[in-house]
């Protein structure tokens, strides 16, 4: 009985120590959130919020001025990528290949790549310019390096020739296997036979063909 008596005392208070505990650091953390200034780092430049902030559209109207060829972009390829992505764009372990595949979407073995899954050649201007070199390598790429490597990787899947300049303009106009891969443009009214396309509910279904007479 001595020994009940002496023991919940000491678990009480021992039990009432650790709710003080966290109830002042509840405390400590509301106080906190309430603070306006931390006083910790500064607010960014308006050059570090444009780096974050160029997204290039597939109409391509966020590109900006500059031109590269294939030819161009072969040396620059071979210096900042084909240590991930092979001299050739083949790949390697570990690293996607960027070249082939084109038209193997639909079948039991398709094969991922940027000539045969990107619908719009915009789409690779805007990953180098965001993504390559990769962190922690310094982002040195000029707007004529990245028109240039989007040309030696388009000329490697064979969809523009060696000497063809892609600048804000062409960039636009070069056509991707894949188009229209994610959905049929213009868009279908009614199901394939096998269901492997529905229809895009939202657009205007077709005028009815009059009957014969």
């Given amino acids: 009985m001595r020994y009940t008596k002496l023991y919940c005392p000491i678990r009480i208070s021992l039990r009432s120590k650790f709710l003080l505990s966290v109830m002042a650091l509840l405390a400590c953390g509301t106080a906190m959130a309430q603070i306006s200034a931390y ?80 619908a719009y050649a915009t789409t690779i201007w805007d990953f180098i310019n965001r993504a390559t070199p990769p962190w922690p390598l310094p982002k040195d790429l000029t707007p004529d390096n990245v028109y240039a490597l989007t040309a030696f990787i388009l000329f490697k899947n064979g969809i523009i020739k060696e000497t063809d300049v892609l600048d804000k303009k062409s960039l636009v106009e070069v ?39």
């Fill in 39 to 118: 006083n910790v780092g500064r607010p960014p430049t308006e050059s570090e919020l444009r780096v974050g902030d160029n997204v290039v559209g597939s109409d391509g109207k966020e590109l900006p001025r500059g031109s590269g060829t294939a030819k161009e972009g072969a040396p620059i390829f071979a210096a900042k990528c084909a240590t991930c992505h092979g001299q050739n764009g083949e790949g390697v372990p570990s690293y996607p290949r960027l070249v082939g595949g084109v038209g193997s979407l639909n079948t039991p073995t398709p094969v991922f790549t940027v000539g045969s899954r990107m």
């Fill in 175 to 213: 056509q991707m296997p894949n188009r229209n891969g994610f959905y049929p443009n213009p868009p279908q009214s009614s199901p394939d036979k096998n269901r492997s396309w529905l229809p895009y509910w939202n657009q205007a279904k077709p005028a009815k063909k009059p009957a014969a007479k």
